[in-house]
């Protein structure tokens, strides 16, 4: 769980019976549980949110990558009538 081994959970469990006493011990444990429960939930919230956020990030990154790329290909147009006619057979062949 939080990498403690069972001499360390007795350990923790001895002092607890020490400090809370026997009687109050199963209704700590119990508010224990309810808190950590709660704290990991939250934490799978989180990870959801971060998650999202980095899907959302790089649908927007290949969107605009993709925007470039096509604007790339309409600068580079093998029809500009500026292009040495060696040039755009070479261009031709590789498409």
Do not use: C
């Not at 508010?31 to 998650?51: C, I, N, P, T, W």
């Not at 925007?67 to 790339?72: D, F, G, I, L, T």
Request: net charge negative; aromatic share 8%; charged share 30%.
């Amino acid at each position: 769980m939080f990498g403690i081994g069972a001499p360390e959970l007795v350990l923790i469990v001895i002092i607890a019976i020490i400090f809370i006493g026997p009687k109050k011990l199963p209704e700590v444990a119990r508010m224990f549980g309810r808190g950590y429960r709660e704290f990991q939930s939250a934490l799978e919230g989180v990870k959801k949110d971060f998650h999202e956020a980095g899907e959302i990030a790089t649908k927007d990154v290949k969107a605009s990558v993709e925007e470039v790329k096509s604007s790339v290909k309409d600068a580079v147009s093998v029809d500009d009538p500026h292009i040495p006619a060696e040039f755009k057979k070479d261009s031709q062949n590789k498409s």
